[in-house]
Nanobody
Framework: HVQLVESGGGSVQAGGSLRLSCTDS????????LGWFRQAVGKEREGVAG???????IYGSSLRGRFTISRDNAQNTLFLQLNSLQHDDTGMYYC????????????????WGQGTQVTVS
């Protein structure tokens, strides 16, 4: 049973940084695309970043190089480093998986976690 658990969110001032983590003990991470998504209140969920089993990365167009996705397959952990946070980055951040193909195909992700809240003031 796949159950993703996100952590690392919090409240920070604009310009600050956070590091989000996503773990799952029931999934062989090395076989999947892994992705981070976010959803602000009143807005649709958007793809933030994706990473292939071989650690090829792809990012959503709105980020302008401020976020970095990485993975540790041995620890079954996905990371998202958030730098230079802005108020518009506020939202719930989710991780999800995708079985193969284009890791930037945001609509094909599934196995959503419960999310971790990021608030930028």
């Amino acid at each position: 049973h796949v159950q993703l658990v996100e952590s690392g969110g919090g409240s920070v001032q604009a310009g600050g940084s956070l590091r989000l983590s996503c773990t799952d003990s029931g999934l062989t991470y090395g076989s999947y695309c892994l992705g981070w998504f976010r959803q602000a209140v009143g807005k649709e969920r958007e793809g933030v970043a994706g990473i292939s089993p071989g650690s090829i990365t792809i990012y959503g167009s709105s980020l302008r190089g401020r976020f970095t996705i990485s993975r540790d397959n041995a620890q079954n952990t996905l990371f998202l480093q958030l730098n230079s946070l802005q108020h518009d980055d506020t939202g719930m951040y989710y991780c999800a998986t995708k079985t193969g193909g284009n890791c930037g195909d945001w609509a094909q992700y599934h196995n959503w976690g419960q999310g971790t809240q990021v608030t930028v003031s």
